[in-house]
């Protein structure tokens, strides 16, 4: 009897520490997927605040060269890129007929626009004026909200705010 006895005492404090353990892991896990939401959030917001400090601070050029650059990773979130080994001129006119076969013919010349004065900004010694960089920024809030907000699904659009960061 006694030998009974502790087997079912025994097996009470096995379920005990089981279920304890279960309730362990449980806020383990949660607390670990907390926590790498946290990071998933705090890792966008600094992403974004450097996109638009890039894009309201600095001199002219570099400015419109942060344009270019965004716009090229709004567009390739809609499948608007082209990654073979061209110049940006070439890249402008590949960009523009992609858009015409998406029947975006309404934006292609902004989206030339912007690589062009980016070209001119990076590859010349002429002076981007307030007017072509407050042209390109224009320009540049139309793609993204006109353009590609639009063509995102759900699934879409989460992975341009958590893992591309750009909205």
């Known amino acids: 009897m006694s030998g009974a006895g502790k087997t079912s005492v025994s097996s009470r404090i096995t379920e005990n520490n089981?279920?304890?353990?279960?309730?362990?892991?449980?806020f383990i896990t949660l607390g670990g997927l907390l926590f790498i939401g946290f990071g998933v959030v705090v890792h966008r917001d600094v992403k974004v605040k450097k996109m638009r400090s890039e894009l309201s601070n600095?001199?002219?050029?570099?400015?419109t060269v942060a344009v270019?650059?965004?716009?090229l990773k709004y567009l390739k979130l809609i499948g608007i890129a082209d990654s073979r080994n061209i110049t940006d001129l070439q890249l402008c006119d590949r960009l523009t007929e992609k858009c015409q076969e998406m029947q975006?013919?309404?934006?292609?010349?902004?989206?030339?626009?912007?690589?062009?004065?980016?070209?001119k900004a990076e590859m010349s010694n002429s002076v981007i004026s307030d007017g072509e960089l407050e042209t390109a920024l224009s320009y540049f809030e139309i793609v993204k909200d006109k353009i590609v907000l639009p063509k995102l699904s759900g699934a879409k659009?989460?992975?341009?705010?958590?893992?591309y960061c750009l909205y």
């Open 18 to 26: 089981s279920d304890h353990g279960s309730f362990v892991g449980i």
């Open 58 to 63: 600095g001199d002219n050029r570099s400015r």
């Open 68 to 71: 270019y650059r965004y716009m």
């Open 104 to 119: 975006i013919n309404d934006f292609s010349h902004m989206i030339k626009y912007i690589g062009e004065l980016a070209v």
């Open 157 to 163: 659009l989460l992975n341009a705010k958590f893992v």
